[in-house]
């Protein structure tokens, strides 16, 4: 079986997002374009305490920035590859295979994608939506359901807020509580905004769900969806 090729970027330049969460933009050494479909990840290569660990990072690139590509990411409490990333710096070099990955939006089809994201789980939706929005016309909607503990929370905040002004069929729901963020949860944000909306109003079967967040509780939202009537290709998921 061969083994996939590792290719080696360039940390450009990195932005902080938010007072947890960075963003690193990399460019290939060897200058080769990044060829990805929305919502695809990339295998990191991350040598920590003499060994190499993997971790998967989405492509939050808009499509059309294959050059100069991004990654997301915010660094988990004792969390090795996070911090490892968090340590790095401009011009530092980092390996990584891909792009992987089935949870995607290529070619969207007449009808309404509810895009629902728990915190940095919005990152997959970025180059989602702009897809849907740059070639899918007026009989395709788009609703963007994003959970955060906090406004300052919110990533790429004024670009949904930027899309939904240009867009008639894209809306952008932030669900922000006001909480710390060990308060927050899928459970107390998600879950009932989802029964409401969802499940127990109108059911409209040519809606089709991604959903995109951390942890076990990402299943609660697809079994809650799926028990309500949609098909199960209807309710895709990623789980961090
Ligand atoms: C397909 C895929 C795509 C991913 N894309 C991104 C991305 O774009 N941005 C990103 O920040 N992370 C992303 N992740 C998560 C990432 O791969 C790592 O799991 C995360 O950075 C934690 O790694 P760590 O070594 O620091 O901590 P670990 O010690 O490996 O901690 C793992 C624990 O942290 C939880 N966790 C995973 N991701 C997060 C997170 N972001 N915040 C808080 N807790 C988390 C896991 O559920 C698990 O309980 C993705 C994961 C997958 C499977």
Known sequence: MSSSPIFTATIEKII????DTRSFFLRAVNGRKLSFLPGQFLSFLLPVGGET???AYTIASLPGEEACFE???NQVDGGPGSSYLFSRK???LLCFTGPWGNFVLNQPTAAEYIFIADRVGVVPFRPMIARLL???GHHTIARLLYAAPQVGDLLYNAEWQGWEGQCAHFS?????????????SI??????YVEQHFVKEARQHSRRFYICGIGRSVLLLRDLLRGAGYERQA?????W
């Open 235 to 239: 309710v895709k998921y990623e789980k």
């Open 71 to 73: 990654i997301c990411l």
């Open 172 to 184: 952008f729901r932030p669900l922000v509580v006001g909480c710390e963020p060990e308060e927050y």
């Open 134 to 136: 740059t070639t899918s």
């Open 53 to 55: 660990l993997t971790r």
């Open 90 to 92: 401009e011009a530092d």
């Open 187 to 192: 459970e107390k944000v998600l879950v009932p």
């Open 16 to 19: 902080e997002r938010t007072s």
